[in-house]
Structures are given as C-alpha cells and as structure tokens.
C-alpha cells in the first residue's frame, strides 16, 4: 500500500494544486493531510474548499484550531518579536478572509487519524499525538519519539508542524515528517510530500519535492496587506 501525506499548506493554492498533480501521477492508494491549512498564505478559502470538495482525510494544526475556534494566536514558536508580531496580523488577516462554514470546516477536523496497513498501525497527527503545537524536530532525543510511539500504539507515526521532512527509525518503528507543501523550511522553495511504501514486510518513505509556481504564490501575498515578509520566505525556502 502506498500513502501520500502532505501538511502544513497554509493557504498556498498554488503549491497545494502541484502536490495533488504531482500525487495523481506517481499514484497512491491513500491520501492523508497533516493540517495546518490555513495562514501566512493569500488563499486559506481556496485551500479549505480544495481539501474538503475532494474529501481529503485532514487532521487539524495548530493555525486551523487558531481560525476555527477565533483564537488570538496560533501557538507558533516565534524566534523574535518582529516575527510574533507578524504571525498575529497573519492570524488576525486569515480570521478576516475565511467564511463561517469554513471556519466550521475547520473546527470539525480531527486531532489524529489512525489506520491498519499491511499490519502496521499508522497514525497521522500535526504536532505530536500530545499537543497541536509540539514540535518534533529531527534532532530531538530518542526518548521523546519513543514516548510517543508507545503511547499511540503507532508502528509509524507521522507528523508535520516542522516544515522539516525527515523518516527516524526508533526500536524498529517508524516517525516520519511530511515537511511542508506551502511553506517550506527546508533551503528551497519546492514544496514537500512523502510517499510513503507499507508492506507487511516493511516502511520505506520517499521526500518528494514538487516545483510549482512559488511566485505567483509570493505575488499574491504582495497583493494583500499580509506581511510582505512572507512572499521573501516562499521565494527562498525558508519558511
């Protein structure tokens, strides 16, 4: 069985439409989303109508909670005040160009998702399975995975929130990260996938990097009264 998982889109339509491109082709029996739908981006309505009109399978993030249910903030782990102060027009901005039932939509997704594949529990959360906004880097100790994976019961545990990609192995079990389809932090603007390959004999994944048109993404930022920092970021890959 093949899963693709994408996450952390945050309404970037035009990199959401060259994943699901880029998916189709290379071909999938189960397509998961790992949240974060919404912000920084010029298109949160447009990637909500997308996911839903489709029927994607979607957890909630932590900026999806923060629009669904009018929160103030997103509970990102800012590195400065500038950079706070800009996600908060960010979430103030993407409240203001989401409709009600959209905002519904949102509030309705599911903290995790769980499925059987070839024998292997697999679990899909956008933080951690503990918390929306836990952030579980690469680098971070064994320990914390372990504790996670045990807790779920998961053989594979996938997650986002990073916008770092990455697959860990930990006492023969699987954490794999999504990266980021709309707003990556990787060194590049292409966005992120994993396909990930489940067969009772064994996980493998493959990171898949999808060029698309990230400035006519940027330009559309430029566009609104969002902070025009954002479109820098999608042009270089930062985040």
Same mark, same amino acid.
């Given at each position: 069985?093949?899963?693709?998982?994408?996450?952390?889109?945050?309404?970037?339509?035009?990199?959401?439409?060259?994943?699901?491109?880029?998916?189709?082709?290379?071909?999938?029996?189960?397509?998961?989303?790992?949240?974060?739908?919404?912000?920084?981006?010029?298109?949160?309505?447009?990637?909500?109508?997308?996911?839903?009109?489709?029927?994607?399978?979607?957890?909630?993030?932590?900026?999806?909670?923060?629009?669904?249910?009018?929160?103030?903030?997103?509970?990102?782990?800012?590195?400065?005040?500038?950079?706070?102060?800009?996600?908060?027009?960010?979430?103030?901005?993407?409240?203001?160009?989401?409709?009600?039932?959209?905002?519904?939509?949102?509030?309705?997704?599911?903290?995790?998702?769980?499925?059987?594949?070839?024998?292997?529990?697999?679990?899909?959360?956008?933080?951690?399975?503990?918390?929306?906004? /836990?952030?579980?880097?690469?680098?971070? *100790?064994?320990?914390?995975? &372990?504790?996670?994976? $045990? %807790? #779920?019961?998961?053989?594979?545990?996938?997650?986002?929130?990073?916008?770092?990609?990455?697959?860990?192995?930990?006492?023969?079990?699987?954490?794999?990260?999504?990266?980021?389809?709309?707003?990556?932090?990787?060194?590049?603007?292409?966005?992120?996938?994993?396909?990930?390959?489940?067969?009772?004999?064994?996980?493998?994944? /493959?990171?898949?990097?999808?060029?698309? *048109?990230?400035?006519?993404? &940027?330009?559309?930022? $430029? %566009? #609104?009264?969002?902070?025009?920092?954002?479109?820098?970021?999608?042009?270089?890959?930062?985040?």
């Amino acid at each position: 069985m093949r899963l693709a998982v994408f996450t952390d889109v945050h309404g970037n339509i035009q990199a959401l439409h060259a994943v699901l491109a880029d998916i189709e082709t290379r071909g999938a029996d189960i397509l998961w989303c790992g949240g974060d739908l919404v912000g920084y981006g010029a298109n949160p309505g447009d990637v909500i109508e997308t996911v839903q009109q489709r029927g994607i399978p979607t957890v909630m993030g932590n900026y999806d909670d923060a629009i669904g249910f009018f929160r103030i903030v997103c509970g990102c782990d800012y590195p400065d005040e500038a950079a706070m102060n800009r996600g908060l027009r960010s979430v103030h901005w993407t409240k203001q160009h989401t409709t009600d039932r959209q905002k519904a939509y949102l509030r309705s997704l599911p903290y995790r998702l769980y499925r059987e594949i070839e024998g292997h529990r697999v679990v899909l959360t956008h933080g951690s399975p503990a918390s929306l906004t /836990e952030y579980l880097f690469a680098h971070k *100790d064994d320990s914390v995975f &372990a504790k996670h994976l $045990e %807790a #779920t019961g998961a053989d594979v545990l996938i997650c986002g929130h990073t916008h770092k990609p990455y697959h860990k192995l930990i006492g023969g079990k699987h954490v794999i990260n999504a990266g980021s389809a709309g707003k990556p932090k990787h060194g590049n603007p292409k966005a992120t996938y994993v396909l990930i390959d489940i067969t009772a004999d064994g996980v493998t994944s /493959e990171v898949v990097e999808v060029p698309y *048109d990230y400035e006519s993404a &940027a330009r559309a930022i $430029e %566009a #609104t009264d969002l902070p025009h920092e954002f479109a820098a970021l999608l042009r270089e890959g930062k985040g």
